[in-house]
Structure formats: structure tokens, C-alpha cells
């Protein structure tokens, strides 16, 4: 067998976006359950904009996001439950309520050029016992040479592992070689990946990040995530049991769960539509797409010359209220 590295499951925080923030407390534990005893090791619960996400911006949670993770973390033996933070979003006290949930791992997430605004919740993290994670949004942006600056940042700041994320699902398995590979040769720390599939491409590319030297790697049962998703949990596992690496999951438990309590609460088959297609294409933002689809209904026009206005304006993650904005203008 080649050498071990740790699948990280999404669905319940990525796909919370899919379920417009409507997961449900028998949802969360269905899925908690099942990812146990699969023997994920990680798997992230909160709103889909990470803790403090439930708001007028960003779309209200059904359930408070505390209570999730509480839920959660009640039915792990075996697994743990992760968090995602963005400064600006989430507090320090956002995190410290989430450890007395049950959290025990936080991703603490910034645009791919902003790493020094995390120094303080990573080394938060770190005072609190966490396992930590620098998550670098949007890093199809910035050139090879620009996320191992802010990668080093992460590290220094006290990062265990430092994440390349397609946040747009814009990368090719070139542009992924690149990154991680760099990364392998820079950093001390660990190095996750997690891909979307807005062009199809994120099971090609999270199999470039193992090959580079990732040692961890995300998923979403039945793909749930934002845009067109990420890459298939369950899918993956088989995939990559069979090119000869040691997941240490059991396929057949994680896709009884992804089967019977992942797909009965999808409001939509997880698929690349025209808007999502158009997120990879111009490098945009995945979780836009819900925001773009809205705004393109109220004012009458196509949802895709929204998205595509906004990649060329580079508008990144925080920035949903040019939705907006944009949508207004082409109304005119």
C-alpha cells in the first residue's frame, strides 16, 4: 500500500450551502453516525460560510450551528468534528463556542493573499487545543510563487496543515501539481486539498494533490457542496483504494450513509448546470452560484452573464452584496 494521508468529509458544512442552511438536527446526526462509523476521521459541521455565517448576508441557518456540532460531536467515538472560520465572519468567541460543542479541528480560511488577517484565531486554535488548518481560498488567483508566501505565513502563525482550495473550481490538474508540489518543498507542515467541480475536474485534481504529496484531502457524500460540488466522498474512497492507497474506510458504510441520509435530503441532484459551469470558467466564487441564480430570477436576466461579469471584476469570497450590484446594472 503507499503511504496514508486523511480524507476530511464536507457535506455538512460545503453542502450546507446546497440546502440553503436548512440541515436539520436528524440530519446532522444521521450523517454524523454514518460518517463514524465509515471511520472518517474529520468531518466539518457549520454554516456553509463558516461559524457566524448564519446571517442577512450570507443566508440564515434553520438550526444555530452550535447546536449542529453539539449533535455532531455526540455521536463520535472514533471521529471528530471540524469547523471552518473566515476572519471578519467568525470571532474568537465563535470558535471558543464551538470547542465547548464539541469541535476539535478549525479550518481557518482567507483569501489566498490575506493570510496574516488569521494569525489570531490560528493561534487561538492552537491555545485551545485544536487541530489547525490554514485554508487558502480562491488559489487559482495568485501564482504559484504567492501561495507559498502566504502558505509560509499560515505555518508561522502555527498552522499543522496549510490547504490549496479551488474554492471556484477553475483549476486543472497542472495548476494543482504546481501548488502542492511547491508547497511540499517549502513547508515543514502538512498539505491539504479541497477541490469543486464546477468543470468536472475536481476527482482529476484531488488525485494530482495525493500524487504531489497531499496528506489531507476533502469530500462531500454524493458531491453536496457549493456550485457543482466537491469531489465525491464515497467515489473517491473506491477510487483511490483501487490506485493503491490506504483510506481506512469502509466504502460500504460510507455509502450506506451518503445512499439513505445524504441523497433523501439534497434539494437538487448535485450536477454541472449552466450557472456552475460558468463559476469554473470565470473563477468565481462557488457559493455565489445560489446568490447569482436568486438575483438573475428578481431582475430578469441570465445568471451566467452575472457570474461572468464578476470574474472579471475578481470578486472573491465577501463580496456577495456585487451580486447585487452587478445584477442591477446589466438590468439596465
Known amino acids: 500500500m503507499k503511504r496514508d494521508f486523511t480524507i476530511l468529509d464536507v457535506s455538512l458544512r460545503d453542502g450546507s450551502h446546497s440546502v440553503r442552511h436548512a440541515f436539520t438536527e436528524e440530519q446532522v446526526r444521521a450523517t454524523a453516525k454514518g460518517l463514524n462509523a465509515a471511520g472518517v476521521r474529520y468531518f466539518e459541521v457549520s454554516h456553509g460560510d463558516g461559524l457566524g455565517g ?6 440564515f441557518s434553520a438550526t444555530d450551528e452550535l447546536k449542529l456540532i453539539e449533535v455532531a460531536a455526540s455521536e463520535c467515538t472514533t471521529s471528530e468534528v471540524a469547523v471552518l472560520l473566515i476572519p471578519g465572519i467568525g470571532t474568537k468567541q465563535d470558535l471558543q463556542n464551538a470547542v465547548k460543542a464539541g469541535a476539535k479541528m478549525v479550518r481557518v480560511a482567507t483569501h489566498v493573499t490575506e493570510a496574516d488577517v488569521a494569525a489570531q484565531h490560528i493561534q487561538l486554535a492552537r491555545e485551545l ?3 489547525t488548518a490554514g485554508f487558502l481560498m480562491m488559489a487559482h488567483m495568485a501564482p504559484v510563487e504567492k501561495v507559498v508566501e502566504q502558505a509560509k505565513l499560515f505555518e508561522s502563525y502555527g498552522a499543522e496543515i496549510v490547504y490549496v482550495t479551488d474554492s471556484a473550481g477553475a483549476m486543472l490538474p497542472q495548476d494543482v501539481t504546481a501548488r502542492i508540489t511547491a508547497l511540499r518543498e517549502e513547508l515543514r507542515c502538512e498539505i491539504g486539498f479541497h477541490a469543486h467541480n464546477n468543470l468536472s475536474m ?6 494530482a494533490a495525493v500524487e504531489a504529496g497531499a496528506t489531507f484531502i476533502d469530500g462531500s457524500m ?5 456550485g457543482a460540488g466537491n469531489t465525491q466522498t464515497e467515489v473517491m474512497v473506491a477510487v483511490l483504494e483501487k490506485m493503491g492507497y490506504h483510506t481506512g474506510i469502509d466504502l460500504y458504510q460510507l455509502m450506506n450513509t451518503a445512499n439513505h441520509v445524504i441523497a433523501p435530503l439534497m434539494q437538487q ?11 469554473g470558467h470565470a473563477g468565481v466564487y462557488s457559493s455565489f452560484l445560489l446568490h447569482a441564480q436568486k438575483a438573475a430570477q428578481q431582475y430578469s436576466i441570465d445568471e451566467r452573464d452575472i457570474l461572468m461579469k464578476l470574474g472579471e471584476m475578481r470578486a472573491v469570497g465577501g463580496q456577495e452584496d456585487l451580486i447585487y450590484e452587478v445584477a442591477q446594472t446589466l438590468a439596465r
Open 54 to 59: 448564519s446571517s442577512l448576508q450570507y443566508g
Open 129 to 131: 487545543g485544536l487541530k
Open 202 to 207: 475536481a476527482m482529476a485534481n484531488t488525485i
Open 222 to 226: 454524493r458531491a453536496l457542496g457549493a
Open 269 to 279: 441532484p448535485q450536477e454541472i448546470t449552466g450557472g456552475s459551469l460558468i463559476l
